[in-house]
């Protein structure tokens, strides 16, 4: 009889903790959705308040994935195709922001770059001023963002059959064209899977931009330091643009979810030459 | 012609420039391509050579035409045709067959029209059915190519069907290079007569053989032995009688670890049966030896 209770106690348990997880998290995004009223964001939404937020946004992190897929693609490829002496420090080093708190982040890109900073000195001689220009956001999102690509771009580049480079050189393509026909079409689903969550991280970016940056609007002044400054002032507009930022979080999960799942479908067929050669004749 | 691990993908790419040798020198005519004294390394797509890779390589994300186009735009066509995967033009190479990946790449390897034709265990990746009709479709194609051809394999049968001459090689080392008469019948080693099939039977194993101590060693081929129940005149392998592998209109029998050919009638005349005593019978005249 006891252990019947018992038993059922302990089927039931686990069920009951995952309530209480996906309730905790579901209920912030529905109290979003709940605690304005649905019909009145898109007013809110055209607030100029909004719109600077947004073109400053719109902006900076155009800019910064621009710089992260420039270099960060050709960074990634000399990664994943070397190997040197201090590679896996160089790795290693280029995942850190993944882990570094984003505050840390902001102080560190303002000791680097700030006025009494280490390159504080040739800046001010150039008469360029980082903190709390719009360009500071720049380096705000591309430093936070792009460990995100990098990261994915190296597995894409590592996954590429090295056979198949091999191949490319022995039909006469140099480096360059191998890299243009061969190994960039077959990473691209990596690249762009890596590129969606930078993006993601990108638009989200906080810590590091009020630190490095500021809040001023029109200038530095993002949709998250936006909701921020309205905590107090227009709580109403604040919900608006979180239900915004919400919307686009979740077509980026999307995008990223299709993107894997086509990668997938696709690789099945792509597997059987996507084998590194390992027999040895 | 070797085991794995001997080193013969090595030496593909060695030529193909995909690896570094150490020392030596690699040269077609009187160009070179490599030359560790020189200073000389050409990059491989400075190089002129066609690599068919054991498991082909073909890109993925191309047609099969885009993939034979790679090397060589203009003779793509009439690769496609000579081949006869024209009707694959279009098609990826996920979707066809093991056997036509080989001729999409083989074909692939021609476009470019290189000067040495490189093929890394062509037949290996198919079934034993593809493979005897690819092997004969490979025997046409390199007895009309103009080109020097090194082709690797583990095989005995594609050496001796495919090659003019037989390198052959073990731990990194060209143990003899030769016809493939010129192996069977003058083998360098014990390790290159047990690659053609042949016997290695310690000298003191023979009964009126050669004398010597253990490191002298008789290399007779299956074919050469013949069987007998009682003691021969001549030099003789004893033994017992462990296996009797029917094959077609011959048999192979193991008498100890000697392996005879034998005709079918002449078996059952001798009323040979497993656990039976016999006698490996050699030809007569001098025999083969080789250090064992």
């Known amino acids: ?281 | 012609m070797g085991p794995s691990g001997a080193g013969k993908s090595t030496v593909l790419q060695a030529i193909a420039g995909l690896r570094r040798p150490d020392r030596g020198r690699i040269a077609v005519d009187e160009r070179a391509w490599f030359d560790a004294a020189g200073g000389i390394d050409l990059a491989p797509e400075s190089r002129s050579v066609g690599l068919v890779f054991q498991e082909y390589a073909l890109f993925p994300h191309m047609s099969v035409r885009a993939n034979v186009a790679f090397g060589g735009p203009q003779r793509a066509d009439e690769l496609l045709e000579r081949f006869g995967i024209a009707h694959l033009a279009d098609v990826r190479p996920s979707a066809i067959s093991g056997g036509e990946r080989q001729r999409v790449a083989l074909a692939r390897a021609l476009a470019r029209g290189p000067e040495v034709l490189l093929l890394d265990e062509p037949l290996s990746a198919l079934d034993a059915h593809t493979r005897g009709v690819v092997r004969g479709e490979l025997e046409d194609l390199l007895a009309e190519l103009e080109q020097p051809a090194l082709l690797v394999t583990h095989d005995m049968r594609d050496a001796t069907a495919l090659a003019d001459r037989i390198g052959v090689i073990a731990d990194g080392r060209l143990r003899q290079v030769g016809t493939l008469p010129e192996l069977l019948d003058r083998p360098a080693d014990a390790f290159v007569a047990r690659l053609t099939g042949a016997n290695v039977i310690p000298a003191g194993a023979v009964v009126g053989g050669p004398s010597g101590d253990g490191q002298v060693a008789v290399v007779a081929h299956p074919w050469e032995l013949t069987l007998a129940t009682a003691q021969p005149a001549c030099a003789a392998v004893p033994g017992v009688v462990h296996g009797i592998v029917p094959d077609g209109d011959r048999a192979r029998v193991r008498v100890g670890d000697v392996v005879v050919q034998a005709q079918a009638e002449e078996v059952e005349r001798l009323g040979l049966e497993r656990g039976a005593s016999a006698w490996a019978v050699l030809a007569p005249g001098p025999p083969r030896l080789v250090a064992n």
């Open chain 1, 1 to 281: 009889m006891s252990r019947s209770i018992a038993g059922r106690a302990g089927a039931a348990l686990p069920a009951l903790l995952t309530g209480i997880a996906l309730a905790f998290l579901a209920i912030p995004l529905v109290a979003l959705f709940t605690e304005v009223p649905l019909g009145d964001v898109p007013s809110l939404l055209r607030d100029p308040f909004v719109r600077d937020a947004l073109t400053v946004t719109a902006r900076t992190n155009a800019v910064a994935n621009v710089l992260i897929v420039g270099f960060g693609t050709p960074a990634a490829y000399v990664l994943a195709t070397r190997r040197f002496p201090g590679r896996a420090l160089v790795v290693t080093l280029v995942e850190l922001p993944l882990v570094l708190p984003p505050a840390v982040a902001g102080i560190g890109l303002l000791a680097a770059f700030g006025v009494g900073g280490l390159l504080g000195g040739p800046l001010d001689d150039a008469g360029i001023v980082l903190p709390f220009s719009e360009w500071a956001v720049v380096l705000a999102v591309t430093f936070v963002a792009s460990p995100f690509y990098l990261r994915q771009a190296i597995a894409a580049f590592e996954g590429i059959d090295p056979s198949l480079t091999a191949a490319a050189r022995t039909l006469g393509a140099g480096p360059a064209r191998t890299l243009l026909r061969v190994s960039l079409p077959l990473a691209a689903g990596g690249l762009l899977a890596g590129w969606v969550l930078a993006f993601a991280r990108g638009i989200g970016e906080f810590g590091a931009t009020i630190v490095f940056a500021g809040n001023v609007r029109g200038e530095t002044q993002t949709l998250t330091l936006g909701i921020y400054e309205q905590l107090d002032a227009d709580f109403d507009q604040a919900l608006a643009i979180g239900i915004l930022l919400v919307v686009l979080s979740g077509a980026v999960l999307l995008s990223y979810k299709l993107i894997s799942a086509w990668r997938s479908s696709s690789s099945t067929s792509l597997s059987l030459f996507a084998r590194t050669s390992s027999q040895s004749t």
